[in-house]
C-alpha cells in the first residue's frame, strides 16, 4: 500500500478532512484524529479500540504494532504501509474512523 492509497481510503468517509499535525498529515473527522501518516509517509497510524489493536497485531504481526510508549496504550496503531495489503489498512482505517465519527455519521 502506498501513502497515496492511505489518504485517498481515509479521505474517502463521510466528513473526513485533511489537516496537519507536528509537521505531518492527519485525517481527522468532527475536529479529531482518526489517522495519520507518519514523517517521510512510510508509515500510518489509525486510533483503534484495545481489541481491535491486538487482533489487527495477531493477524498481521509484520504489518500493525502499538505506536511507541503512551502514544500505544492511547489506541495509536502504527500501519507499515509497505508491508499492508490495500483490504487490510482499508478495513483498519474504517474501524478507526467509526471509533471517532459522531454517531449520527455511523448510522
Known sequence: MTAAEFRTIALSFPEAVEAQHMGHPDFRVD???FATLGPGEEWGMV????????AFQTRHPHVFSPASAA???RRATIIRLSDAKRTTAREALIMAWRNI???????
Open 47 to 54: 486510533k483503534l479500540t484495545p481489541d481491535q489493536q491486538s
Open 101 to 107: 465519527a459522531p454517531k449520527r455519521l455511523i448510522g
Open 71 to 73: 502514544w500505544g496504550k
Open 31 to 33: 475536529g479529531k484524529i
